[in-house]
C-alpha cells in the first residue's frame, strides 16, 4: 500500500485540473453578435402579462427568452441576463398560461374549476409554436425596441 501522502497528492492535482477544465470550458467560443431587445406585448390592445416571448434565428446556438410582466414588457436574454437577441432575423412564438393554473392542484380543480382566463385574454394558439406563429421580427445591434400584437 502506498503512504497516504503519495495518493492524495497526484488525487489533489487532478481534481484541480478537473476543475479548471470546467470552469473555462467554452470561454474561448466566440459569441455572435447580440443586439440589446426591450419590448411589449399586447392582445386586442391590452398588456399580456405572464407571458413568455422567445426569439429564434436559423443556425443561432440558443434562442433568445424574456417574460413579460404586469404591463406587458420584457427584456430579452441570450447568454446573460437580458444581454438581447442575436443579430439578424428570428420567428417570434408568446405563450401564456394563467398564473392560477401554475399554482392549482387537482383537488382544487375538481372543486374550483378551471381558472379564468389570463388578463387580456387567451391568446390564438398560433403564436405558441415556431411552425405556425406569423410573427418575425428582425434584431440589431444596439437597442431594438418592439410592440409585439397579437391579433386573432
Known sequence: MLPRSQVTGP???LSLCLAMACGCGGG?????????????????????????????TEGAPRAGTGTTNANGEFQLTTFDTNDGAIVGTHKVTVTQQPATAKQMTPADLA????????????IPDKYKDAKTTPLKNTVD???NDITIELID
Open 28 to 56: 474561448n467560443k466566440k459569441r455572435p453578435p447580440l443586439g440589446k431587445v426591450n419590448g411589449k406585448v399586447l392582445y386586442k390592445g391590452n398588456p399580456v402579462p405572464e407571458a413568455s416571448v422567445t426569439f429564434m
Open 11 to 13: 488525487l489533489l492535482i
Open 141 to 143: 445591434a444596439g437597442k
Open 111 to 122: 372543486a374550483n374549476g378551471p381558472p379564468p382566463p389570463p388578463k387580456g385574454g387567451n
